[in-house]
T-cell receptor, first 114, second 114 residues
Framework: EAQVTQNPRYLITVTGKKLTVTCSQNMNHEYMSWYRQDPGLGLRQIYYSMNVEVTDKGDVPEGYKVSRKEKRNFPLILESPSPNQTSLYFC?????????????FGDGTRLSIL | GDSVTQMEGPVTLSEEAFLTINCTYTATGYPSLFWYVQYPGEGLQLLLKATKADDKGSNKGFEATYRKETTSFHLEKGSVQVSDSAVYFCALRITQGGSEKLVFGKGTKLTVNP
């Protein structure tokens, strides 16, 4: 089954404790992206990757890092999480970059930073 | 800058009522336009899309027409069902050179009562 898989689905942690949210897709998609969803703000793009070893900042990259060492994985790293990063996070992928193809979304990761 | 403005919700309708969710956009180039739907506890799913002016996207009884003259992409459905209850996001994607930008509206929550 074609899917985007995020882990963990839920996490409660404390300020300053490094965490990584993994994202994996089994569709051989070139393009991958991370979003955060906050009430009243909709989805905002954090980082995206057009292909392996190519990453770019989205609208709200501060406090986040990503890597794209292989096509299927695109982890989101919070080196020193803070409470304002409490949010619902979505990973997405798409078949090719620079096309009109829609994105496939994971089921989301709810992070709570205390 | 590039932006998407959706009508604010929540929207509450009775089953079989007509639905319109307004969406207008501002973009520097020629974006592709999308409507995504998010059911409770799930990630976003593509509902429909349009890639150029006057294109009409349609799916599951929903329709939206890409209107360049009014920079709009309003979502409509003639007869809603309880199962249509969800949050709906309008989005645009624009590519310039080697980079890409995806912008979402804030979402409109729809509740359909039996």
């Amino acid at each position: 089954e074609a899917q985007v898989t995020q882990n963990p689905r839920y996490l409660i942690t404390v300020t300053g404790k490094k965490l990584t949210v993994t994202c994996s897709q089994n569709m051989n998609h070139e393009y991958m992206s991370w979003y955060r969803q906050d009430p009243g703000l909709g989805l905002r793009q954090i980082y995206y990757s057009m292909n392996v070893e190519v990453t770019d900042k989205g609208d709200v990259p501060e406090g986040y890092k990503v890597s794209r060492k292989e096509k299927r994985n695109f982890p989101l790293i919070l080196e020193s999480p803070s409470p304002n990063q409490t949010s619902l996070y979505f990973c997405a992928s798409r078949r090719e970059s620079r096309t009109h193809q829609p994105q496939h979304f994971g089921d989301g990761t709810r992070l709570s930073i205390l | 800058g590039d932006s998407v403005t959706q009508m604010e919700g929540p929207v509450t309708l009775s089953e079989e009522a007509f639905l319109t969710i307004n969406c207008t956009y501002t973009a520097t180039g020629y974006p592709s336009l999308f409507w995504y739907v998010q059911y409770p506890g799930e990630g976003l799913q593509l509902l429909l899309k349009a890639t150029k002016a006057d294109d009409k996207g349609s799916n599951k009884g929903f329709e939206a027409t890409y209107r360049k003259e009014t920079t709009s992409f309003h979502l409509e459905k003639g007869s809603v069902q309880v199962s249509d209850s969800a949050v709906y996001f309008c989005a645009l994607r624009i590519t310039q050179g080697g980079s890409e930008k995806l912008v979402f509206g804030k979402g409109t929550k729809l509740t359909v009562n039996p």
